[in-house]
């Protein structure tokens, strides 16, 4: 099994590049609200791992500086989660539907990096549609090219 850290370091590694080539262009308005958004839940499943309220709506609307900003706090946040927690630790939160659920962090940390992969594949799809060169985010290439740990 690939360990969570890693997949952690690849998130973070991921987002740059993707933010990097939105900075690099005039970003399509689709492509940044990905990206708040993508900032946006994964800051919203830290505050719920820590059990404080989130600091950003799940669909922010952020420029691509508040972006840059925003990323580099959530991923080590999110990186330290993953090294300092227990895994197994169950945490209790309400969805967006008012629901109450209980998640492993374990699994929260799991869905937040499938979930920023989900949306990073809309964000190239968009910028390839305005005639723009996606970043490379594979995770096979970032292990090859040793881009992660």
Do not use: F
């Amino acid at each position: 099994m690939i360990p969570l850290r890693r997949l952690i370091d690849y998130d973070s590694w991921a987002n740059r590049e993707t933010l990097g080539a939105l900075r690099r262009t005039t970003a399509p308005a689709r492509s940044l609200r990905w990206m708040g958004h993508i900032i946006g839940a994964e800051l919203l499943w830290l505050a719920r791992l820590q059990g404080r309220p989130p600091s950003l709506p799940v669909w922010p609307d952020l420029s691509v500086n508040d972006c840059a900003q925003q990323l580099g706090q959530v991923s080590s946040a999110l990186l330290e989660s993953a090294v300092a927690s227990q895994l197994d630790r169950r945490v209790a939160y309400t969805n967006s539907k008012g629901e109450a659920w209980t998640s492993t962090v374990e699994e929260i940390l799991t869905h937040v990096v499938i979930h920023s992969a989900y949306h990073r594949g809309q964000i190239a799809s968009d910028l390839r549609a305005a005639g723009q060169e996606p970043p490379y985010t594979d995770y096979i290439h970032a292990i090859r090219q040793r881009l992660i740990e």
